[in-house]
């Protein structure tokens, strides 16, 4: 059922907090120090050929789930709080870095509704640009992450993975869309990471600030850049400039509106995605307190 009378609540509640973001962060956007970030191309660089194999494996109890390190998925009532640390260890590390990330997709949908991720999701987007996916290969590539987290005992591991056949830069590697992911060594749940990059093919056609991902998926750099400063699961990340724009074609404007989905209907008083049965409500009520994860493992090397 679509409810359109709900239709400005969320989006007006994601604006206020993107103005909340942009009023607490030291910076604002800014058009020239983003473009910058493109100006070191690697158009024509890499492989000519596509790889011939997958280098990332899924599991083969659950395509969200690497293999290496589970045997099986987490209770449901344990995925949520594993994600939102997931997610918050990840953005803390792009953010000491000084590596430009960003969230995209199912989870900028999430962020529109109440900036937590969808209780029914076990997966998280993010993307980078082209030159932090060359820093991160060149300087993290299987680096682990430890941080400690409060009701964790002994805490918890990320790895760093870089995809070696991100420098194959065109749509035609099928196999290998996905450049990089931050997993979780205690569940084998992970980030998909995709890098932005310059689409060669239609600038050349005089298209200028167009962008695009092996996974098929083209942008325009305003569409992008500059971006916004918001929180996503209680911690600071940015979004796309016209996240509306974006979430609109590629879910349609009825994602934004309706209230009712996967089970699940949207309190819009709590703000919380309510599931359909009662049972289900109480397992996966969230805790009142955040737990911020922090860093053990020092960082060495930073972009800027
Ligand atoms: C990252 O390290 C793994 C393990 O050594 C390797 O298989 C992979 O090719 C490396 N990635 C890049 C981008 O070099």
């Not at 934004?256 to 995605?273: G, I, P, R, S, Y």
Request: with cysteine; charged share 30%; hydrophobic share 35%.
């Amino acid at each position: 059922m679509w409810i359109s009378t709900s239709r400005w609540l969320p989006g007006l509640y994601g604006l206020i907090s993107i103005m909340g973001g942009l009023a607490a962060a030291d910076t604002t956007p800014d058009f020239t120090s983003v473009r910058t970030k493109f100006v070191k191309d690697y158009s024509g660089t890499g492989p000519s050929e596509p790889a011939e194999e997958k280098y990332f494996h899924e599991s083969s109890f659950h395509y969200h789930y690497d293999g290496r390190y589970a045997e099986q998925e987490l209770p449901e009532e344990d995925t949520l709080p594993h994600l939102s640390q997931l997610i918050r260890t990840y953005l803390s590390t792009m953010a000491d870095l000084g590596a430009e990330t960003w969230i995209m997709h199912g989870t900028l949908l999430a962020w529109w509704w109440n900036q937590k991720i969808f209780p029914w999701d076990n997966d998280i987007d993010v993307q980078v640009s082209e030159p932090t996916i060359h820093f991160l290969d060149e300087y993290y590539n299987m680096t682990e992450h430890h941080f400690d987290i409060p009701g964790v005992e002994g805490g918890r591991t990320y790895l760093l993975e870089i995809n070696p056949n991100y420098v194959f830069r065109s749509i035609e590697d099928t196999m290998n869309v996905i450049d990089a992911r931050w997993i979780d060594t205690s569940s084998g749940l992970f980030i998909d990471i995709t890098a932005v990059r310059p689409d060669d093919d239609r600038r050349k056609k005089g298209d200028t600030g167009a962008l695009m991902c092996k996974d098929k998926h083209h942008f325009d750099e305003n569409d992008i850049f500059p971006l916004r400063n918001s929180r996503f699961e209680d911690f600071p990340v940015k979004i796309p400039f016209e996240y509306v724009k974006l979430l609109e074609e590629e879910y349609g404007p009825k994602a934004l509106t309706a209230t009712d989905f996967q089970d699940h209907h949207f309190n819009e008083e709590t703000l919380v995605w309510d599931p359909a049965t009662l049972e289900r409500k109480r397992s996966l009520r969230r805790r009142g307190a955040v737990d911020l994860p922090v860093r053990t493992t020092p960082l060495k090397y930073k972009m800027r």
